[in-house]
């Protein structure tokens, strides 16, 4: 916020929800061999066909990460409130899928390089507000829940899945979808003990999707 011609920095709430971080697997190999206005034009496409279902699911996107996308669903009430939150957050993930599904086919007829996605959904309590430096100030969310979605995303190829959920994320998410599978126990880098995954598989992402 401005005040007198001064920037004030530190200025943030805390609330809960579900967090959605998608990121675009392939990208950096890419980014070495295409020319620069073809990568921003082919990131530009990926970005929206990421981002654009967040928006219409009443999500707030709150940055793009390069070649990825933080992005949070708010949970305002009780456990009713946080189950529409993970529906959202679903619903959105699913359309997601299906557009960057369609933009892959378009690309690919006419051959030209494509880009997969990865996500990841988690649950927990963020802090929000404007980050950054004098003169250069970010409205984001921080806090140990956007880091262990970040680490969930990152697991994605090692588990060789697309979408992976949180444990908090599924206890909620179960009551809205069959689909999720344990993926067993993980140690997530930077995080003391093993976490419970969960994914959707891929043909199960194509079958729900819009």
């Not at 929206?48 to 967040?54: E, M």
């Not at 999500?59 to 009780?78: H, P, Q, R, S, Y």
């Not at 949180?166 to 997530?188: I, K, P, T, V």
Request: one cysteine or more.
């Amino acid at each position: 916020r401005v005040m007198d011609g001064n920037i004030y920095r530190g200025t943030a709430a805390s609330m809960r929800a579900v967090i959605y971080y998608a990121d675009l697997r392939g990208f950096t190999p890419l980014a070495e061999s295409l020319p620069g206005a073809d990568l921003l034009a082919m990131l530009d496409d990926y970005l929206d066909a990421i981002a654009r279902p967040v928006l219409e699911q009443g999500g707030e996107v709150l940055k793009f990460l390069g070649d990825g996308v933080l992005a949070v669903f708010e949970i305002t009430g009780d456990d009713a409130e946080c189950q529409v939150a993970c529906q959202q957050g679903m619903t959105a993930g699913r359309a997601a899928f299906a557009a960057v599904g369609t933009l892959n086919r378009d690309r690919g007829a006419a051959d030209r390089p494509i880009m997969e996605m990865d996500l990841a959904l988690h649950i927990g309590n963020v802090l929000y507000g404007n980050v950054g430096a004098e003169g250069r100030l970010d409205f984001t969310v921080i806090g140990p829940a956007v880091n262990e979605a970040s680490r969930i995303e990152a697991m994605c190829g090692e588990l060789d899945r697309n979408w992976l959920v949180s444990e908090a994320f599924f206890e909620q998410a179960r009551h809205c979808s069959n689909d999720l599978q344990f993926m067993g126990q993980h140690q997530l880098r930077g995080l003391r003990g093993t976490r419970a995954l969960y994914s959707l598989p891929l043909d199960k992402i194509r079958q729900a999707a819009p």
